[in-house]
């Protein structure tokens, strides 16, 4: 269908073919996960499934595809990872003390209120 | 030497990427090159404080023990949100830490929330104390235990 | 034989990756706090990335890789920028 496809042997084809499957099929269950989960706590581990297994996968995917096409080690897919690992934890242990204080913050306003109301 | 390359680390893996990103060639090399030098002048303008693994031949076996247990739980987590909220039981734990080193908590940060199902919420300076948050508390699971023994120890003994 | 194989399995991960940014969309528009919203800005802008890498692999271009790279960057900073302004209401303290 595609030409430059054509020119991969059929295992390496398998091979590139299986990890996509497992990488947009992670990614998709951690995106359902982010719909299904009832707490934001636990929502904020449905995106790592797609930061870690999910790009891995699809990233490993395209560097076997480029490396079997061009004939030399393609490695630049390998600056994503790399990137994904050290941003995701940042942004999710920011916006984790983000909601804790976020939610300390209102139930002492909570708490106030009730008190001067009792009063 | 010290001088002109205060952060050899950095400065190599600048012109690493430099070349990933471009063709490899001669004056790419040297334009890389160029870019990392001054990287590394401009990092030590912030004076970050000097990190200094002790053990570093330690680093590759607890990289691959992570990259493991990342598998195995992004499999495990994938697991518990097809089936559901039934027979879950997510909640926080309290974990007093002994690492101090601030470098090697980051690390132990990164590694706690890269894996999926758990999250690092909040860390006390003062008192060590580290707020976790579990996707699945399990039955009786010694989460303490767990993280002091297969992260934080290794870890203590590459940079402590 | 590996063409047909390839081809499909690049569109269905493409399909695959859409489905996941419009689960991440709709959690975007029903929140219902404002640090899920943010979440969820983060993993639609992660499935964005995986499409641009699957469409380069699908074209045999390697500039949708750097745009990929680029989308990655931007979206970081925007979700640090999100939660910095939900802790304390300013960005830059």
């Keep these: ?69 061009a004939g030399r080690l393609a490695v630049h897919e390998l600056l994503i990872g790399f990137f994904v690992t050290i941003t995701t934890p940042v942004t999710l242990m920011l916006l984790g003390r983000a909601a804790l204080y976020r939610d300390r913050s209102e139930a002492k306003a909570e708490a106030d209120r009730a008190a001067r109301e009792a009063e | 030497m010290t001088r002109h390359l205060p952060h050899p680390i950095l400065t190599a893996t600048v012109i690493l990427m430099w070349l990933l990103l471009n063709r490899f060639s001669v004056g790419h090399l040297l334009l890389g090159a160029l870019v990392g030098v001054i990287a590394g002048k401009a990092m030590s303008a912030l004076r970050p404080p000097r990190v200094r693994p ?36 997510p909640g926080f734990v309290e974990i007093g830490l002994r690492l101090r080193d601030p470098f090697a908590l980051g690390i132990l940060a990164t590694i706690l929330t890269a894996m999926p199902g758990t999250a690092w919420i909040q860390y006390d300076r003062a008192s060590g104390r580290l707020l ?15 993280v002091r023994e297969r992260y934080e120890g290794p870890l203590m003994e590459i940079f402590e | ?16 990756l859409v489905a ?52 990655s960057a931007l979206a970081f900073v925007a979700t640090v920028a999100l939660a910095k302004f939900l802790m304390r209401g300013e960005v830059i303290e």
Excluded at chain 1, 15 to 43: D, H, S
Excluded at chain 3, 1 to 16: E, F, H, K, P, R
């Design chain 2, 54 to 89: 002790r053990r570093w031949w330690l680093i590759p076996g607890l990289a691959l023990r992570v990259l493991g247990d990342i598998g195995g739980s992004n499999l495990a987590v994938a697991g518990q949100i097809l089936r559901g909220a039934e027979r879950r039981v």
């Design chain 3, 1 to 16: 034989m590996s063409g047909t194989i390839l081809y499909y399995s690049v569109v269905g991960a493409q399909v695959a």
């Design chain 2, 132 to 146: 976790l948050h579990a996707l699945d508390l399990g039955d009786g699971t010694d989460w303490a235990g767990i």
């Design chain 3, 20 to 71: 996941a940014m419009a689960c991440a969309v709709i959690r975007m528009i029903i929140g219902p706090r404002a640090q899920d919203r943010v979440l969820a800005f983060d993993a639609a802008s992660i499935c964005t990335m995986l499409i641009f890498v699957t469409q380069g692999m699908r074209t045999g271009n390697v500039f949708f890789f750097e745009g990929a790279l680029v989308i």
């Design chain 1, 1 to 69: 269908m595609k030409t430059h496809f054509e020119a991969l042997p059929p295992a390496v084809a398998l091979l590139v073919a299986a990890l996509l499957v497992i990488g947009a099929g992670l990614t998709l269950i951690g995106a359902v996960g982010l719909l299904r989960l009832p707490t934001f706590y636990e929502r904020i581990h449905a995106p790592t499934l797609g930061t870690s297994g999910g790009t891995a996968g699809i990233v490993t995917a395209s560097m076997v595809l480029f490396s079997v096409l």
